[in-house]
């Protein structure tokens, strides 16, 4: 802060307050991210991804692109966290240790991919610019024009729903598909028929507690009960 | 099963309200943050919010899973037709000022993102049901002690 | 509404808004019928379109109205309406053939979702080929691919070593989507728009870190999509284990979009002004040649007919690759239509071995025993493809291997002439692993084992489209002209966006 005098001539993003905070968010990400990998018990893992999906939502709020993190909170912290539980209990409770094979290639690209990611950081327009392309050419168009031409206030609306509203189509077929796939997958018909399932594996690893299950009968059926191969139902 | 006697009144409370609210994200994205998309994930969320109280069987008596893909079904497809009444009044595909030619305030617009909106709202939330469905329905009932 | 003014939207907007209605239909035969009228429909659809654009050129189409770039639109020239055109072709050819394989295969009632799946299959593979947006391709690739790998998947009922195959898949595919948005994005940030003839001008003169690191991760990306040479390890198992017809169907057309998103990144979006480009070409080359060997000899030994195809298929992307990386008109050209012709030759090989399952119950080399004296027409059909893959003149791998060698020693470098060779000698590992497989169908039937047993003719319909599929091969093998045509401008216009002709 010895320079105030550039700070006032140029826009510059650690001028603003907000840049701090976003710097916070930015360092309990990866913070986040560590303890996801080194963590084994896959509850804890889905429950840190729920936290850096919300830690994310903020961050984009910050960033005053506050659509985006209205749905990473919705989807990414709130669903996502449903399923991969949902999904957590039809197989395992803890990582199981990985094989060392590949970890030394993995490692390489791993390495590589982030170093292009930086790479490419080092020409990108400074962060904030009102003239860089992404600020200034279709952006600022959108800005201009969706007032006039659709006279709506959200602008993320309009571009999502008109000018781009193609995408957004393509957009619910994947969710669409997504869910076609489940229901193929794990539905009626399936390999499985449907039925429910308790695979052994998920019980390694938490003995005393598979001790404690074997006792009980599996008395309900689940909701739902379909005949395995039958095409009657 | 008098356990989970707090949550389960809390649930109860909450249900509603939040089905108010993905309402309200879903007709005022126009106005401000939100859509189908956010919409349809927090209507969802009410009732695996339900499930997660009151067990899958409860919750798939009032939202039986038999109706789900007719409401994928209709989502994707009021969003798709939306783009094929453009065609037949004689615009491009999603082409929505012909549905109000004579608007001057871009009636046709509105009119069409309400629509497509609605079409995602109903398509993701239906979508992010069948997937719980069929996520949570294979395991017969979570134990407290597999929390 | 103007038939002729809409006409390039239809054919996506039809199979897209034909597919959920397929869900809802009753199990059996009904949804199967419906896939087959809408595929049918979008290809003729597709034809027109392909005719159109040979008459007017270029056709521009906005989406919502929307020019570019503010809004997504349509971009179709010949290189998009000749994909088009092959993407439908097959699917109206393969869609028929399905029926019986899939009420084998699939249980009955999960046919409504796989008729859907396979509708929506078809709706981003067209999507992918006709836009001109950057993003847009991202999402409809996304929509194919998510539908592709539950496709895979369903296999399971057969083996479930396809659930292994479809996960893989699943995982090196999402790798790559996520490569090629992340290079979308970079893109967007150097430039600030998504429309691809828009980023073409506005990439001009950029030559920073930012651009090569976004072309870096598109190729990546799409390599991955295309199983390009050491990313091909999801290709084979997933081919193996998929459904028969959903291999015959994405043997033909899911790597041949890959391929000409590809080079539409490469000489539409960047094109030569971007310097990078010719490091990549290079890449191409040696990545092409070590596949064509490479995955032909994996093929040599494999004594699964459908995994032995699929290595085939890795070997034949090495071609199309070698083609591209010439960088020249008739290069280009050539990886076209060998794009469109070995399309022909695996969707027939492919269909033939579906048949064999179908009858057999399995596609190891040791099912196909005796197979001349069981199955006279099916096994005419593989000899008849499996010399189009080895490139006899009369096929259409001939036609495809003599314009690939024309244009690698009329561009004349060391490199060349020595691919050129490499060219012929890989394909005689082609009439190795061809070989095998025709010795051991004119074996004696068996008489003991699994595969000992009377078996019933297959079903007229299978026979009858895999002799269109084989005939098509054959046909195009004597008419080559219209296709060399089309490719041949195609390439021209492709590579002519920096020329400024072709707008």
């Not at chain 1, 360092?27 to 850096?52: D, E, H, K, N, Q």
Request: aromatic letters at 12%.
């Amino acid at each position: 802060m010895n320079d105030p005098v550039s700070f006032a001539t140029e826009f510059h993003p650690s001028s603003s307050p907000i840049f701090f905070v976003e710097l916070a968010i930015l360092t309990l990400l990866v913070i986040t991210s560590i303890a996801m990998l080194r963590m084994r018990r896959l509850f804890g893992v889905v429950m840190l991804s729920g936290i850096y999906s919300f830690l994310s939502a903020a961050f984009f709020v910050a960033l005053d692109a506050v659509d985006v993190a209205f749905t990473e909170a919705a989807v990414g912290a709130g669903i996502s966290t449903v399923l991969m539980l949902s999904a957590m209990l039809l197989t395992a409770r803890r990582e199981k240790p990985y094989a060392p094979g590949h970890a030394a290639l993995a490692a390489v690209v791993c390495v590589i991919v982030g170093g292009a990611l930086i790479y490419a950081t080092l020409d990108a327009p400074p962060y904030g610019d009102a003239a860089a392309p992404a600020n200034s050419y279709v952006g600022q168009a959108y800005v201009d024009r969706s007032v006039v031409e659709i006279s709506m206030p959200n602008i993320v609306t309009t571009v999502l729903a008109s000018y781009r509203s193609f995408d957004t189509m393509g957009e619910v077929a994947v969710i669409f598909t997504a869910a076609l796939a489940v229901m193929l997958l794990l539905g009626i018909g399936s390999d499985r028929g449907g039925k429910e399932v308790r695979d052994v594996p998920r019980l390694v690893g938490r003995e005393e507690e598979a001790q404690d299950l074997s006792g009980k009968p599996n008395l309900d059926d689940g909701g739902k009960a379909p005949s395995p191969k039958g095409g009657a139902s | 099963m008098m356990g989970h006697l707090i949550l389960r009144v809390v649930i109860k409370l909450l249900f509603a309200p939040i089905l108010l609210f993905g309402l309200y994200v879903q007709f005022h994205g126009d106005y401000g943050p939100g859509g189908g998309f956010q919409a349809g994930v927090i209507f969802a969320s009410a009732f695996i919010l339900f499930a997660l109280g009151f067990g899958i069987k409860e919750t798939q008596k009032r939202l039986p899973p038999t109706v789900l893909p007719f409401f994928m079904v209709f989502g994707l497809l009021l969003y798709a037709l939306t783009g094929v009444l453009g065609l037949f009044m004689g615009g491009n595909f999603l082409d929505y000022y012909v549905l109000a030619p004579d608007s001057h305030h871009n009636a046709g617009q509105h009119i069409g993102i309400l629509l497509v909106e609605f079409g995602v709202g109903v398509a993701v939330f239906s979508a992010m049901m069948t997937i719980f469905y069929f996520f949570a329905g294979r395991e017969p009932e979570i134990h407290d002690a597999d929390w | 509404m103007d038939f002729f003014a809409q006409l390039p939207a239809l054919p996506v907007v039809v199979p897209f808004v034909a597919a959920p209605l397929a869900l809802l239909m009753p199990p059996g035969r009904m949804p199967w019928l419906w896939a087959t009228l809408v595929s049918w429909v979008s290809f003729g659809l597709s034809l027109l379109l392909l005719e159109q654009v040979w008459i007017n050129g270029p056709i521009t189409y906005a989406m919502g109205g929307w020019a570019a770039p503010l809004g997504i639109i349509y971009y179709i020239d010949l290189a998009n309406a000749l994909v088009l055109s092959l993407v439908t072709g097959i699917a109206a050819v393969v869609f028929p053939y399905a029926y019986n394989s899939v009420r084998d295969e699939i249980n009955h009632s999960q046919t409504p979702g796989f008729y859907t799946a396979l509708l929506l299959c078809l709706a981003g593979l067209t999507g992918v080929t006709m836009t001109g947006d950057a993003f847009n391709v991202f999402v409809f690739l996304e929509v194919s691919s998510l539908a592709t790998y539950t496709l895979v998947a369903m296999g399971a009922g057969r083996d479930r070593r396809a659930l292994t195959a479809a996960f893989n898949y699943l995982v090196m595919g999402t790798i790559g989507a996520t490569f090629f948005v992340i290079g979308i994005g970079l893109l967007y940030q150097a430039t600030g728009t998504l429309n691809m003839l828009d980023l073409h001008e506005r990439l001009a003169g950029q030559d920073n870190r930012l651009v090569k690191a976004a072309f870096a991760f598109i190729i990546t990306g799409l390599g991955l999509k295309l199983a390009m040479l050491p990313l091909h390890l999801w290709l084979p198992p997933a081919y193996t284990y998929a459904p028969s017809a959903i291999t015959a169907f994405l043997a033909a057309t899911a790597t041949k979009v890959a391929v000409y998103i590809m080079l539409r990144f490469l000489f539409t979006v960047f094109g030569f002004d971007f310097p990078f480009l010719r490091v990549a070409l290079d890449f191409f080359l040696v990545l092409g040649i070590a596949g064509m060997f490479i995955a032909s000899l994996a093929a040599v030994f494999q004594d699964d007919v459908k995994m032995l195809l699929a290595y085939s298929s890795v070997a034949q992307i090495g071609y199309m690759l070698l083609g591209i990386s010439l960088g020249t008109v008739d290069g280009v050209a050539a990886s076209l239509i060998h794009v469109v012709n070995h399309a022909f030759i695996k969707a027939a090989l492919f269909m033939a071995v579906g048949i064999v399952v179908l009858r057999l119950g399995s596609h190891q080399l040791r099912a196909f025993q005796g197979l001349a004296t069981r199955m006279p027409w099916t096994s005419w059909g593989i000899v008849v493809a499996g010399l189009s893959l080895v490139g006899v003149p009369a096929t259409v791998g001939f036609v495809s291997k003599y314009a690939l060698l024309s244009a690698v020693f009329a561009k004349g470098g060391t490199m060349e002439i020595i691919a050129g060779f490499l060219i012929l000698a890989s394909s005689l590992l082609a009439v190795v692993y061809m070989m095998r497989i025709i010795k051991v169908m004119l074996e004696p039937v068996p008489t003991e084992g699994p595969f000992a047993r009377n078996i019933a003719a297959p079903p007229l319909m299978m026979r009858l489209m895999l002799w269109i599929m084989v005939g098509a091969n054959i046909y195009f093998g004597l008419q080559a002209q219209p296709v060399i045509a089309i490719a041949q401008k195609a390439a021209a216009t492709l590579l002519g966006v920096d020329s400024g002709e072709a707008f």
